[in-house]
């Protein structure tokens, strides 16, 4: 079992602290956190493979995930396609 994160890397702060506290209680979730992940195709293929793969999702909502372009047209239509 895992939960996606979604969140706008603009709020990586507070995604940090989440998944710290998240660990503390065992709670598995998977955000996209690590810098050696490239940006461009293989990026998006390993977001739409961690979102089929989830059994669930947790989406973070603030200003900038808001005005996420890629959150927008990527991440929330997968999300909301697989529920």
């Not at 598995?28 to 999702?57: C, E, H, M």
């Not at 996420?68 to 990527?74: A, C, D, T």
Request: avoid cysteine; aromatic fraction near 8%; glycine fraction near 2%.
């Amino acid at each position: 079992m895992s939960i996606f994160l979604s969140f706008s890397s603009k709020d990586r702060q507070y995604v940090s602290e989440f998944i710290l506290e998240s660990k503390k209680k065992r709670i598995p979730v998977w955000a996209a956190l690590d810098r050696s992940v490239s940006s461009g195709k293989d990026f998006i293929k390993l977001i739409n493979n961690k979102i089929q793969k989830s059994n669930g999702a947790i989406i973070l909502v603030s200003k900038n995930s808001i005005n996420s372009k890629f959150i927008n047209e990527v991440e929330l239509p997968k999300i909301l396609n697989k529920s």
